[in-house]
Structures are given as structure tokens and as C-alpha cells.
């Protein structure tokens, strides 16, 4: 049984650098697992 | 007088051709083969085994009669009668065993012996229960000076992701779940203890930081295109 003082905290957060200005990129993220990869997310562009 | 008997003639007999026998004994062996898969060696139909997340789906459709069948869990290694945990009894149709672990091997004994349909009995396995793959997530972005931040919800089961950009993979990093403990107040002092884990070109990198703004363990990702590191 947790503790009411114990949190889980789980960072999905990313930031991807490098890339050109006035550029259009997108972006999806997809989970993974032992079994294989998850449908991917919505596009962010 | 000589008695002269008249032979029938004797039917010629034609030899196959070396290539016709090869192609029957070829035909035979393959009959044989799948005969032997249909109904095992013992003449007992086969129990059909489908693992899945957490759980295998046994099924014994060829079995004759309508007894009650016994589905049995047995070690890896048992003999052949020996052991076992019965997690079914009395079923007549496929059976879920449920609850299992993931990545584990399982081995079943299948029984029909009820009366007046003779015993029978058969094996099925290694059957291992592997995770459902992962669930769907929603993303947001936001740009900035030749970046983008990423950002997106849980996605259930998966213990890593994967980025996209412009459709090809861009990387993958783990992201174990940063665990901290709320604070205990130590001289006035709110104490966080949190530890991080991701994939650094393959290589697992785990360390402990907290997010001085927020007091929260704090993971990033940034990199260029094609040489993404984690940090």
C-alpha cells in the first residue's frame, strides 16, 4: 500500500534541438514495449 | 496328346520412374507429417495454445465426446502423470488461464476421463504470456529558436517511446518512472528523493536531480537531428 507522502512522477517530455527556423517539422511519439511499438500519437507539426 | 494349357498373358509391368517415386514418397512423408501434427503421435488430438497478455487460451477441439475436461499447469520438467496444479475442471470448451505472468514460460496438461469416454491425455506448451502492446498517446509541441519542445500523456504498458520526425524514428529513450518520495521535513527543509533513468546511445544512464522551480525530478531530452543525445 502506498504511503500517502509517495508519488509517482513520470517524465514524457522531450526537446529537440538543432532544428532550422521558419522550418516545418512533425512530430509523433509512440509507446514501446516488450511486445512492439504502440500506435503513434497525433502529429504535431 | 499333349495337354497344352494356354497361359494368360502376362500383364506388363511398368516400373515408375525414379522421379514419380521420389515425388510419392515426398507426398507420403508430408501426409504423414501433418497427420501426426492433427492428432500427435498418440492418436490424441493436440490441445491448441494461444498466449496473450497475462494469460493463455488453451482449446482442445479435436477431442472426441462431451466429458468434462481437466486443464492442468505442470512444471517445466515433470514427468509424465506427475504434478501439476489443475486450474480448471469440468469445462467443455476453450479455457482461459489468467492472471500469469509475462515473459514466463507455461506448460498444461489437458484430461478428458470421465466416463464412458476413455481416458485421454495430452501436453501443450511452452505457452508465454507476453504484454499487450502499448496504448495510444496524445502529444503537444510548442516551438522555440531551433527547437521543440515535446510533451505527451502516458501510454499504457510502454516502458519507452518512441520520437518521429517527419515520420522517420528519431530516437528512443527510456523513460523509467522518476519515483520520489513527498518530503520529510528535516530542519525545515522539504527532502525529495528521486531517481531517473533513460538511454543514452544504448547505454542506460541513471541519476538523481530535482527540478529547482518545482522541487520535482526532472528529465530532458535534446540533441540535433540524426545525433540525439540524452542528458
Not at chain 2, 499504457?156 to 518521429?164: D, F, K, L, M, V
Request: a positive charge.
Amino acid at each position: 500500500m502506498a504511503r500517502e507522502d509517495e508519488h509517482r512522477h513520470t517524465n514524457l517530455s522531450a526537446t529537440v534541438t538543432g532544428l532550422t527556423n521558419n522550418t516545418s517539422y512533425n512530430f509523433n511519439v509512440a509507446g514501446v514495449n516488450t511486445t512492439g511499438t504502440g500506435p503513434q500519437s497525433n502529429t504535431v507539426p | 496328346m499333349s495337354g497344352s494349357s494356354r497361359q494368360p498373358p502376362t500383364p506388363a509391368v511398368r516400373s515408375p520412374s525414379p522421379s514419380r517415386t521420389a515425388a510419392w514418397t515426398t507426398l507420403t512423408s508430408l501426409v504423414s507429417k501433418f497427420q501426426r501434427r492433427r492428432i500427435g503421435r498418440s492418436g490424441i488430438p493436440v490441445v491448441t495454445g494461444t498466449a496473450q497478455n497475462a494469460q493463455n487460451t488453451l482449446a482442445w477441439p479435436g477431442v472426441s465426446g462431451t466429458a468434462p475436461i481437466t486443464y492442468k499447469r505442470v512444471p517445466r520438467h515433470h514427468r509424465r502423470g506427475e504434478g501439476g496444479t489443475a486450474f480448471a475442471t469440468n469445462v467443455t470448451s476453450a479455457y482461459i488461464n489468467s492472471g500469469l505472468t509475462n515473459g514466463t514460460p507455461y506448460y498444461y496438461r489437458c484430461r478428458q476421463s470421465t466416463p464412458p469416454v476413455p481416458l485421454t491425455s495430452t501436453e501443450v506448451g511452452p505457452l508465454t504470456p507476453q504484454p499487450a502492446l502499448p496504448g495510444a498517446t496524445t502529444l503537444s509541441g510548442s516551438a522555440g529558436n531551433t527547437s521543440v519542445s515535446l510533451s505527451w500523456t502516458t501510454s499504457s504498458g510502454a516502458t519507452s517511446y518512441n520520437i518521429y520526425q517527419n515520420g522517420a524514428l528519431k530516437t528512443n529513450v527510456t523513460f523509467a518512472v522518476d519515483e520520489y518520495h513527498r518530503p520529510r521535513q528535516r530542519h525545515g527543509l522539504q527532502l525529495y528523493r528521486c531517481r531517473c533513468q533513460h538511454h543514452r546511445h544504448g547505454a542506460a544512464v541513471e541519476h538523481s536531480h530535482l527540478d529547482p522551480a518545482t522541487g520535482l525530478p526532472r528529465a530532458t531530452l535534446s540533441g540535433s537531428p540524426g545525433n540525439t543525445s540524452a542528458h
